[in-house]
C-alpha cells in the first residue's frame, strides 16, 4: 500500500468519524457550536460599552437585565419579551412540525450605568434557556394543532407520539447577549446581531454549557473528541495526498 493510498484512506476515515459523530451528538441534543459561540467572548458590562473609546472587534458577551415597556402578557402575571413553541408530532418515524410559535418584544438590555437595545427577533435558536417539554400522544393535542397533524398523517403515515417545547424569556431574567457593538452615525454605541444573530442566554455561563451539552453529557463529549479526531483526519490525510501528488 503505497503512501497516496494511505493518505486517501485517512480522508475516508475522516469522513466516517465525521458523519458517525455528528449522528451522536444529534442524538444527544448537543450543539457544541453554540456552547463554543456563548463560551468564547470576553464578558462585558453594559456600562463599560458604553464608557469605552473604542468598540470591540469582535463580537462579546453583554451582561444586563431586561427593561421592556410593551411585554408579552403570558398570563398569572408573567410578562416575556420572547416566547418561542414548537409543537411536532412523529410520523413515519421523523418529526414534523405542526406549529413554530415566534413572538417577541424588542428591550433594553440594562445595568446602573446605561443601557442598549436588543430586538430578540433576530436571536439564533434555539434561545438558550430551561425549556418547557410536554410529550404525549397525539390525540391529545387540540385545534390547530390536531387538525394539522391529521393532515400530515393522510399523506406520509400514521402519526405516533407528540411532543411540544416552550422556551421563554422572562422581563425578570437577567441575560447574556453576544453581539457587535458598533457605532451609529451619531457616534452612539450599538448592538448588532452577529453572523447566525444574537445569541441569548437567560442562564448562567455554566447553566448555559449544560444545557448546550444535551441530555447525555458523555456521548456528547465522545462527539466533540470524534469530530476533533475526524478534522485531525481529514487534514493530514488531504495535506499527504495533495503532497503526494504533487511529487510524483
Not at 407528540?162 to 454605541?189: K, Y
Amino acid at each position: 500500500m503505497g503512501p497516496a493510498t494511505i493518505f486517501i484512506a485517512m480522508v475516508i476515515a475522516g469522513v466516517i468519524v465525521a458523519f458517525i459523530s455528528l449522528l451522536v451528538l444529534r442524538a444527544a441534543a448537543a450543539q457544541p457550536g453554540m456552547a463554543r459561540r456563548l463560551a468564547g467572548p470576553s464578558e462585558r458590562k453594559v456600562g463599560s460599552l458604553l464608557d469605552a473609546n473604542d468598540t470591540p472587534s469582535r463580537p462579546v458577551r453583554v451582561i444586563g437585565r431586561i427593561r421592556c415597556r410593551d411585554p408579552l402578557d403570558a398570563g398569572d402575571g408573567e410578562r416575556l419579551v420572547a416566547f418561542h413553541r414548537d409543537v411536532e408530532v412523529r410520523v413515519g418515524g421523523k418529526w414534523s412540525f405542526v406549529e413554530r410559535m415566534r413572538e417577541t418584544r424588542s428591550f433594553e438590555l440594562w445595568d446602573h450605568d446605561g443601557s442598549l437595545t436588543v430586538d430578540p427577533a433576530e436571536a439564533a435558536e434555539p434561545i438558550v434557556t430551561i425549556p418547557q417539554v410536554w410529550r404525549g400522544r397525539v390525540d391529545e393535542l387540540e385545534d390547530p394543532h390536531a387538525s394539522a397533524a391529521a393532515r400530515l398523517a393522510e399523506r406520509h403515515g400514521p402519526a405516533t407520539e407528540a411532543r411540544a417545547v416552550t422556551r421563554t424569556i422572562n422581563v425578570a431574567d437577567r441575560l447574556l447577549v453576544v453581539a457587535r457593538v458598533e457605532r451609529d452615525p451619531s457616534g452612539a454605541v450599538v448592538l448588532r446581531p452577529p453572523e447566525g444573530g444574537y445569541l441569548i442566554s437567560a442562564v448562567a455561563l455554566d447553566d448555559a454549557m449544560r444545557l448546550l451539552g444535551g441530555t447525555n453529557r458523555r456521548a456528547a463529549a465522545g462527539g466533540v473528541i470524534g469530530l476533533g479526531v475526524a478534522l485531525v483526519l481529514l487534514a493530514v490525510g488531504g495535506i499527504g495526498a495533495f503532497v503526494t501528488a504533487m511529487i510524483r
